[in-house]
């Protein structure tokens, strides 16, 4: 039997018992505004009191999306791995654009390959995504987050779960006290 070399670390922010777990497509520009947020969400509740999960939700209308999450997945796989895929994500968070079609189908990316969003990503984020990309069955992590939020109902990001339900009535754009009380509110 062969054995796997690797493993993706969780991306798990925080250690309280309430449980948080937001499905985000890395370029949706929701999802940006959701992921820019949880950080302060964190601060602001406490890492004691709440642990917020980062579920990766790929979504083939952002062409790069598979490409994108199995960055971020790969990342996971490196010493330090959970904050390694959080550079990766806050890159692409930080020039969305340089990921993205324009309305979905235009623009310059039209022209990239693979290899030039890894290398963008690997010079935006600092991390050595190259040969973490081409392990042969990291597909199993990136199925696994698809399984996750399919058995979920998760169909759209972002979407938000509390100690795990989903919660549709949070929304990127709501302020860091909506999201507090809505957490308080749910207990």
């Not at 925080?14 to 520009?29: K, M, N, S």
Request: net charge neutral; glycine share 6%.
């Amino acid at each position: 039997m062969v054995t796997t070399a690797w493993h993706a670390a969780e991306l798990t922010w925080g250690h309280g018992p309430r449980r948080l777990d937001v499905f985000l497509e890395p370029t949706c520009p929701f999802s940006v505004k959701t992921f820019n947020k949880l950080w302060v969400l964190l601060e602001h509740v406490g890492p004691d009191r709440l642990s917020i999960t980062i579920r990766l939700q790929s979504q083939p209308w952002h062409l790069f999306s598979g490409l994108i999450v199995r960055c971020i997945l790969a990342a996971s796989t490196l010493p330090e791995g959970r904050e390694q895929a959080r550079r990766v994500m806050a890159a692409v968070a930080a020039r969305r654009e340089a990921f993205e079609f324009e309305h979905h189908c235009d623009g310059p990316n039209r022209d990239a390959t693979p290899n030039d969003i890894i290398a963008r990503l690997e010079h935006l984020s600092g991390v050595p995504l190259r040969a973490a990309f081409s392990t042969p069955d990291l597909d199993r992590a990136i199925k696994w987050q698809c399984r996750y939020a399919r058995q979920n109902g998760i169909h759209t990001t972002p979407t938000f779960m509390i100690d795990g339900l989903v919660t549709p009535g949070m929304s990127s754009g709501d302020s860091i006290e909506a999201w507090a009380d809505t957490l308080a509110s749910q207990a």
